[in-house]
């Protein structure tokens, strides 16, 4: 081997990409190495093709809303399916440009190819070591379908093929109702395809609150077949494939695989680094500096399995990149948690979930849309939002909702949380009329009711009028 390269990047998605960025700035003895293709997993298959999809599905669902606005011929809009596709397609190669200018001045840097670890200072690269002081493995995740459901060939699509289809349906499966499959599911069925979703437990698109979750999931059941709290099976029949859930059977034309996502370590030789792989076979690593061990070994994004959100993975790629090449590694402070699912209404959670809460010193502050003045001006008067707050303090301490507008809701009460507002300080600030954001306060004033009072001569004290029309 040549003298030691100062670090290896195993992975050129987002999370490689930040690090990337912060070696680049202190090094010039580096390699990028990534296997397959480039572009990363948000802009090929992931956060930027679901999107345009979504969007897609939602323009074409408004029209069940044009009649009562006095808008005539609605009924006779068509979804044009491969054309669907064909946009998101474009677009998505489009995003994939984008990421692929970040490596494409790299030169011998970047390598194409699998990486294996061979402990914790060397890395093969299709068959030659490179030594190197440091190495950071930002290698992401899959999704994770059974063995045997492979049988059923391009029947059984994931978010890695889904998009390239020419067509899909008519009659379609998505099983796995986490965020992914909620997602793909309404887009699917709002784009007029007939969609059955199936999910094992009774907990959809990741909320922990039951309120919210039995929102959602009434929601969900108006726009599709949801069969919730028992396994898939699936097996091939003359008409297609069935699926079997419980006492429900349904036959669909393809399934969409949303069971979750493997990170990609099996292959990597972790078992190199002689520290302990827990049964996903992964080891512990440091939230705050993303080392494994006190080894010089940094592993950063869904490869983690800590929070596969693609800021979280642009933060842990910084973080990796920037403690690879000092002398000691610096504790960063994370940001407040913060997780959307693009349904509509919109999902989201913020801060502290509720079962990591102690219900004795916690409030809960709600509101449902359904009265909403301007959610119901816009025909987007579905869905709730609870806050929490500390008893004691009055410290909003995190957020669920399935509301309109919530991914906006949501930075604001992110914002809120990391920077340790109260409910009183909320309250008083400036909420403009007619918002959605009023139902917000609507919920901080809910909680505002069982925390002490705030003073008189505080305008965080101003209580509603009454009138739904007014707030
Ligand atoms: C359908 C879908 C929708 C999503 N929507 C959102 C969203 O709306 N918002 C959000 O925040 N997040 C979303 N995500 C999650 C987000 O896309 C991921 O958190 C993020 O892309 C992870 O980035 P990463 O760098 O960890 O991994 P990736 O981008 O997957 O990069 C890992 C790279 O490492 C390569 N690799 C693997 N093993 C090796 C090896 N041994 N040697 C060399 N290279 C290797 C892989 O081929 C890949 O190119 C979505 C994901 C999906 C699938």
Redesign the pocket.
Known sequence: MSAPLDTII?????????ALREVRKRTNRYLI???????????????????ALIEAANAFHRRHTFDEFGLRGGEGLAADIPAVLRRVRALRDDFVQGALEATEDLGGHALS????LLGPRSVD?DGTAHATRSII???????RVPEAWLAFGDRML???T?FEQPTLGPRIAVVGMG??GV??AQALARLGLEVAAFTTGHTLAGLHDPAINAELTALLKQEMVLHTGAKAELREVPSGIEVQSGSNRVVVDQVVA?MG?TP??E??GLDTLGVPLDPRGLPAVDPQTLQVGNLPVFL?????AQ????????D??HIAGMNALAAAPTHFVRRTPL????ADPQVAAVGQRLRDMEPAHTVTGTVGFGKQGRARAAQRNQGRLNVYAHAGTGRLLGAELCAPGGEHLAHLLALAVQQKLTVHDLLGMPFYHPVLEEGLRTALRDAARQLPKASDSDLAACTAIGVPALE
């Not at 190495?33 to 999107?51: I, L, Q, Y």
């Open positions: 195993i992975g050129a998605g987002t999370a490689g990409l930040a190495v990534n296997e397959g293709p480039w572009g990363t997993t948000c802009a090929r298959v992931g956060c930027m093709p679901s999107k190819g699998r990486a294996t690269i493995i930002a290698t992401g995740s899959r999704p994931t978010t890695d889904l965020v992914i997602e793909i949303a996502r990609n370590v292959h990597l950063a994004g869904d490869a983690n929070a596969p959100l693609l800021h979280e993975a642009a842990e790629g997780s959307i699912v693009f």
